[in-house]
């Protein structure tokens, strides 16, 4: 790569010149999955027939494309995530080195010969949204969105300013907000932010959403219908089937059996699900990393294109063509193709993750065309993708990118756009237009020129035009120029096509609440016979505030309880509403107590809904496996870790957890560590999950997030729920030696410890500020939390206080802790700095008629002799291998051990002792000649120390570049056989494809997995089973298999 193909300044040139060396030194690197020019890997893929890609852009004038949209002149902007994961660390990944580009097709053959760098030294941008005048750009890490306006006409902006002030954004970058799409009920939609904008006359203004959702990529259908798509929750799509302005609504069946699952025809599985994610043959199973969906709208493919939902799906190299149809009032999705995709490629390398109509009318799809396709933060250290990454070398190709159209045979490309030369008057001829972008495009122009002549024209159109697409952008045109009247939408009610009526419905629900006019036009629709109607009747006198909405809402189920669709919806959207109302409530009567958590929550809400939810489920009880059986994850709701103290639950949240919950496995056995997003993002994630579902927590800070990431620093590898019971101890049970002081009262003072409800300490007055009890412990400790129980006079909580501690009774240090007491149990998180002898607790409120008193004074505290957690792989590897083994002879029970082996959970037998197909780890029964006990605990801990000939893997590099691991089984002239290590299926590659076959020094057994035993002592019992039956043979084997049993 040249380096003139990096914008760089003068204050960047330094960083520029890094990433450019980085690149040019990737280039060079050898790589089993070496890059192609765009017609070899064009090459590899299968495209079904008639279809054809055409390579309209690609490096060097654009790198690492992410998305793509056209201004009303067609021509293409091009958002360049130039800094993405240039190495398998992502470093230097936000540096502001990023663009978004603008392209041309100066002579009409659809080939963009014209380039310009628009807007430079971007971090990451995500979104782009050309205007009028100007063109709308959103960045990685802020919610705030810039104008960026080219005043002299050279393709370059040079005049930046603030458009619309989102505040700061935090978070992993995958899951911050994409889209930007102007809708056609001219409000402008992205996803995960919990509102929507409008821009009206110059003013940009927000309006909260009952529900958003989505991931990378958004799109919107001819009626406005927004289709969402989750990488992370495997889903293709969802919240499709009314506006989203009505929250989220999904009708049972809405995609068809079968539909997540995909075809590709690569076998590269570098799935961040790991080896469950893919087939026998090493090919993706189901979506994992879909993305960049779009409706397409165009004019240039086959007619029965047209509302096809087209789906990117970068992990497994294909692109979906999915069939939209309504099915009595349900949108239904299936596969155009039966067991096949619309495109899928062998290359490695292609990375499809958008795709977008064009003014030409043809299908566009972009492709980043990369190695590594995931984000950092999954590609850690230790973890299942980061091998694959480094097996493949897939951090070898960085810094392309391609735009590809898809032509049919039949495709006569469609003329370039001058739309943004035309007057407004000229712009409503295209409200006709047979593609969905001329239409999208024209409606936006009208609005934002302002012109009032027209409506004149747009009136003419929405009550007496030929085509019902053009007339139901009329009254949408008149909508966004504050032009509907009822009198306006009286023949939209009528209109001979059920998509004009719906919209004349939904624009009419500002009027619905106060003209009574409109009763017998809510009472024919409710009869309409069009579902889709009858549900946007529902939807609207709900949503205007009809006063007998819910009359009418009943009535309209009652008389269709043939179509269960339609009381689905009704339900679906009351729930939403009451949850909605509900939450509103709480949050303002939080905000009453401590306005600064009430807004944390908010934020958090946002987080949770668009990433959690995902395995957590959006009420907090987990979500259902796509596989059926268990949960994915386990409740949050009634969590005593969401609850318990915040050392606990930062842990978890930083470095992530690993292994059973109360007793139970999950089927996402691992949660994901968060510490790649920022404190505050953590902090806010925090205080929802904590002030959610009945649960209550106290207020997590910025700055509690940085002192526990700091103190986990050392921490590798996620936590388990044993090591984690340090961080939330239990209240003190002997409490005899405490000495209470108190600035009132003091003769009662025993009476808060005295372990009696009955009796109580109280400061004998009313509340006021000063107020004070303090305790002496007999010996210093680490205070973690201070309980205040008031059952039995409940409302003489303290209305506000503030903790400080000391260790010698005179220097104080604090506050450790400052808050509202609102419920008879008052439970404060000390942030402590070190052991302390001395705390006291100071009332700060006011109450006209409450004493301050406390029936049940406790402390939960860490001794000052207890030491943190550390996990037993670690202790275990301070000992010699010799010792442990000695120990176990000495001190293991071989039975007690034999459980342990067999244990499901622990899975030693899933490999070593199945009870049907083929082994995947020696058998441990077999007698082998030189090994030593010592040898036994060695292969254990460090399984990679020394490895069983029979299960030694093997790459096989074929003559196409891929690389397949396995244990080799057999091989002839003909074929070599690989057994892959987690499933232990047969893989047969042909010997003519094999280029070479390398030995893999790491042993299939991951390390580690010795900490899901709970101490030393089932380690030794473990070993010593071990011993045993490598002594006692299979007769051994056999025995001790009964007895666990």
């Known amino acids: 790569m040249q380096l003139t193909q990096i914008s760089l300044n003068i204050c960047l040139a330094l960083l520029g010149l890094a990433i450019a060396s980085n690149r040019v030194a990737a280039e ?35 790198s690492e494309p992410a998305a793509i949209v056209w201004d009303g002149n067609g021509r293409m902007y091009v958002v360049e995530m130039r800094t993405y994961m240039q190495d398998i660390d992502g470093t230097n990944e936000l540096a502001p080195t990023s663009r978004v580009s603008r392209h041309e097709d100066t002579n009409g053959d659809g080939v963009y010969d014209k380039h310009t760098v628009f807007a430079d030294n971007l971090v990451l941008p995500r979104m782009v949204l050309p205007l009028l005048d100007r063109v709308i750009i959103g960045e990685t890490n802020t919610l705030d969105l810039k104008s960026y306006q080219d005043t002299d006409d050279d393709g370059v902006a040079d005049q930046v300013e603030l458009w619309h002030e989102g505040g700061p954004r935090g978070g992993n970058l995958e899951h911050q907000p994409s889209g930007l799409v102007w809708n056609i009920d001219n409000w402008i939609y992205t996803t995960y932010t919990g509102y929507r904008l409008r821009y009206t006359d110059g003013k940009v203004t927000s309006s909260p959403l009952i529900y958003n959702a989505g991931q990378w990529g958004l799109t919107q259908d001819n009626v406005g219908r927004m289709f969402y798509s989750s990488a992370g929750g495997e889903n293709p799509a969802y919240a499709f089937q009314q506006p989203i302005v009505y929250g989220q609504i999904d009708l049972p069946g809405e995609q068809a ?18 080896l469950p994610r893919v087939r026998d043959d090493n090919t993706l199973n189901v979506f994992t990393g879909v993305c ?55 290359d490695p390398n292609f990375r499809p993750i958008n795709s977008a ?24 250290e230790g973890s299942y993708l980061r091998g694959i990454v480094e097996e493949y070398e897939l951090d070898k190709n960085i810094g392309r990118g391609r735009i590809y159209r898809v032509d049919h045979e039949s495709t006569e490309r469609g003329p370039q756009p001058r739309m943004l030369d035309e007057s407004p008057l000229q712009l409503v001829a295209h409200l006709n237009h047979p593609n969905g972008w001329w239409r999208d495009e024209a409606q936006k122009l009208i609005i934002l020129h302002g012109d009032n002549s027209v409506i004149p024209a747009l009136e003419e159109l929405a009550h007496q035009g030929d085509d019902p697409l053009g007339r139901l952008h009329g009254y949408w045109t008149l909508e966004g120029l504050g032009a509907i009247t009822v009198e306006s939408l009286a023949e939209g009610f009528v209109d001979s096509d059920a998509r004009v009526r719906a919209a004349a419905m ?19 629709l409710a009869q309409d016979p069009s579902p889709g109607v009858v549900m946007q009747t529902l939807l609207s006198v709900n949503q205007g505030q009809h006063p007998d909405g819910e009359a009418i809402t009943q009535r309209i189920v009652e008389a269709n309880q043939s179509n269960p669709n339609v009381a689905s919806v009704a339900e679906q959207y009351r729930r939403g509403m009451e949850a909605l109302r509900a939450e509103q409530k709480k949050i303002a009567e939080m905000a009453q107590r401590n306005e600064a958590l009430a807004a944390s929550v908010l934020r958090g809400k946002v987080i949770y809904s668009t990433l959690c939810t995902t395995c957590h489920g959006e009420h907090g009880k987990g979500h259902p496996s796509p596989q059926g059986g268990d949960h994915l994850a386990p409740p949050l709701a009634g969590s005593a870790r969401v609850q318990g103290h915040k050392a606990r639950l930062l842990r978890i949240l930083l470095q992530g957890l690993i292994g059973p919950v109360d007793d139970k496995t999950y089927a996402d056995g691992l949660m994901m560590p968060l510490a790649a997003n920022d404190d505050a993002w953590i902090a806010d994630a925090a205080n929802y999950v904590r002030n959610s579902w009945d649960n209550e927590g106290s207020m997590i800070q910025p700055q509690d997030v940085e002192r526990v990431r700091e103190e986990s620093a050392s921490r590798i590898g996620p936590w388990t729920l044993a090591d984690l019971h340090y961080y939330d101890p239990p209240e003190t049970k002997d409490r005899s030696q405490w000495k209470l002081d108190a600035s009132n009262n003091r003769e009662h003072l025993e009476m808060a410890i005295d372990t009696s409800e009955k009796t109580r300490w109280d400061t004998g007055t009313v509340q006021k500020p000063g107020q004070w009890l303090s305790v002496e412990l007999p010996e210093p400790v680490r205070a973690m939390t201070l309980v205040l129980d008031t059952r039995g006079s409940n409302q003489d909580f303290p209305r506000s206080y503030l903790v400080e501690v000391s260790a010698d009774g005179s220097s104080w240090n604090g506050p450790v802790a400052v808050g509202y007491g609102d419920k008879p149990v008052t439970s404060i998180e000390l942030d402590s700095p070190g052991l302390v002898r001395f705390i006291r607790v100071t009332q700060t409120g006011v109450s006209p008629n409450k004493y301050w008193s406390i029936h049940n004074l406790q402390l939960k505290a860490i001794p000052a002799d207890a030491k943190p957690p550390i996990s037993l792989a670690e202790t275990l590897a301070e000992i010699s291998p010799h010792d442990l083994a000695t120990r176990a002879m000495a001190e293991g029970d071989a039975k007690r051990g034999a459980e342990l082996f067999f244990n499901p959970s622990i899975s030693c037998a899933k490999c070593h002792e199945p009870v049907s197909g083929p082994r995947l780890g020696p058998n441990l029964a077999e007698a082998r000649d030189g090994i030593t006990n010592s040898m036994l605990v060695q292969s254990v801990l460090e399984p990679s120390q020394e490895i069983h000939k029979d299960f030694q893997q093997v790459s096989v590099i074929t003559a196409d570049g891929l690389v397949l691991r396995g244990f080799p089984v057999r091989e002839d002239d003909d074929e070599f056989v690989i057994r892959e290590p987690a499933g232990g299926k047969e893989i047969v590659i042909a010997q003519e494809d094999i280029d070479d076959v390398i030995p893999v020094s790491v042993s299939a057994m991951p390390p580690g997995l010795v900490n899901q035993l709970h101490d030393r002592q089932q380690f030794s019992d473990l070993i010593r089973f071990l011993i045993e039956i490598r002594t006692g043979g299979e007769t051994a084997m056999k025995s001790f298999r009964a007895d666990s049993k």
């Open 357 to 380: 109509t064009g003014p030409d009318g043809c299908l566009y799809l972009v492709d980043m065309y990369r190695g590594i396709i995931q984000e950092g933060a999954w590609v850690r």
């Open 506 to 524: 939904r624009l009419a629900e500002p009027f619905l609440a106060t003209d009574t006019s409109l009763n017998n036009v809510i009472e024919r």
């Open 257 to 274: 059996p079968g539909f997540r699952e995909v075809y590709p025809i690569d076998n590269v599985p570098d799935v961040q699900g790991g």
């Open 28 to 62: 060079e690197g050898s790589s089993q999955a070496p890059p192609l020019s765009p017609e070899e890997s064009m090459a590899t893929m299968e495209i079904q027939p008639g279809f054809a890609l055409v390579p309209v852009l690609t490096e060097p004038e654009i």
């Open 292 to 346: 960049g969906q779009s409706i397409f709208r165009g004019d240039r493919l086959p007619n029965d294109f047209a509302g096809d939902l087209i789906l990117c799906e970068p992990v497994g190299r294909l692109i979906r063509r999915a069939k939209v149809t309504d099915e009595n009032g349900r949108i239904t999705l299936r596969n155009a193709y039966d067991q096949q995709e619309f495109i899928a490629a062998r």
